[in-house]
């Protein structure tokens, strides 16, 4: 009487002629109200999820490459296009190692940027070397009109970030300096003011 290819029907479930078809129909109101239940659970994290915002994005990557004969290399990626179809424009991108900086100047979105640190054949660069380690990296990002911007995501959400956005590298649990192809994700924080 209440098989998952029989559809219900309520004029038999109202119908009590014996004790047993009673018990068998409480369990038919029980199957029906899970499924019931079910659906609607369904339907409430379907809405929920399409209501949703998104609050982060990556952008791109931060890596310390490692030291060598010819220095010490930091790799900044920055590549939105698992996010928007947008390019993305930076006033600077500036890389922090160790208490020394350097500057990109301006950049747009696709672009890879390769920092050189310490001092290479009597070349010194702005950048301190990892050759002995290093417990501070990071990069910042200065967006192109020095206040929060806005992109379009590929789901069609407007996404409007702060003005700068800082990620940095820090030493792995139980080590005591930033060790060679450490990286960490770009992420680029939803700013709900628009300050």
Do not use: W
């Amino acid at each position: 009487m209440c098989s998952r290819s029989e559809p219900l029907r309520f004029n038999h479930l109202l119908n009590l002629s014996s004790p047993e078809e009673g018990k068998m129909r409480a369990h038919c109101l029980l199957v029906l109200s899970r499924r019931i239940a079910g659906c609607l659970l369904t339907l409430f994290l379907l809405v929920s999820v399409a209501a949703a915002k998104t609050n982060r994005a990556t952008i791109g990557s931060l890596t310390y490459l490692g030291s060598d004969q010819f220095g010490s290399a930091f790799r900044v990626t920055l590549d939105p296009s698992l996010v928007t179809s947008q390019s993305l424009s930076f006033a600077n991108i500036t890389m922090f190692v160790d208490g020394t900086s350097q500057g990109s100047g301006p950049v747009t979105t696709p672009v890879t940027i390769l920092f050189i640190g310490g001092t290479v054949d009597g070349v010194v660069h702005p950048l301190a070397s990892c050759a002995s380690g290093c417990v501070s990296i990071a990069v910042q990002l200065l967006s192109a009109t020095g206040e929060p911007f806005s992109f379009k995501l590929l789901d069609g959400q407007e996404f409007t970030t702060f003005k700068v956005t800082t990620v940095a590298l820090e030493p792995l649990p139980g080590e005591k300096f930033i060790q060679a192809q450490q990286s960490v994700p770009i992420v680029v924080k939803r700013d709900a003011s628009g300050k």
